[in-house]
């Protein structure tokens, strides 16, 4: 059983940075493609970035240039550099995992995720 822990969030304001962390625990092998989603209140979940093991990154066209993802692991770590926040960044933030093969074509796609984490908040005011 994979479990994903995710944590950072914070409030801050515009133009603000934030890490998040997500350390994973439980069978961590064969687990080549990570990410990091958002969901907003009355919004669907979306990808926001992801590190596949041979592909590398990819990300949001929303957060290109202000997101970096990466991982540590050693400390079976993923994690979510934000800079330059804008408050359309607030949201709840999970990291997810897809144990056994790579990312898809689309590595955004939740669909394609099967291991989630319980989430941590984002807020950025103006």
């Known amino acids: 059983q994979v479990q994903l822990a995710e944590s950072g969030g914070d409030s801050v304001q515009a133009g603000g940075s934030l890490r998040l962390s997500c350390v994973v625990s439980g069978y961590t092998y064969s687990s080549y493609c990570k990410g990091w989603f958002r969901q907003a209140p009355g919004k669907e979940r979306e990808g926001v970035a992801a590190?596949?093991?041979?592909?590398?990154?990819s990300y949001a066209d929303s957060v290109k240039g202000r997101f970096t993802i990466s991982e540590d692991s050693a400390k079976n770590t993923l994690y979510l550099q934000m800079n330059n926040l804008k408050p359309e960044d607030s949201a709840m933030y999970y990291c997810?995992?897809?144990?056994?093969?790579?990312?898809?074509?689309?590595?955004?796609?939740?669909?394609?995720?099967?291991?989630w984490g319980q989430g941590t908040q984002v807020t950025v005011s103006s």
């Open positions: 997810a995992r897809i144990v056994g093969r790579y990312c898809p074509e689309d590595p955004l796609d939740r669909e394609a995720y099967n291991f």
């Open positions: 590190l596949d093991s041979e592909a590398g990154a």
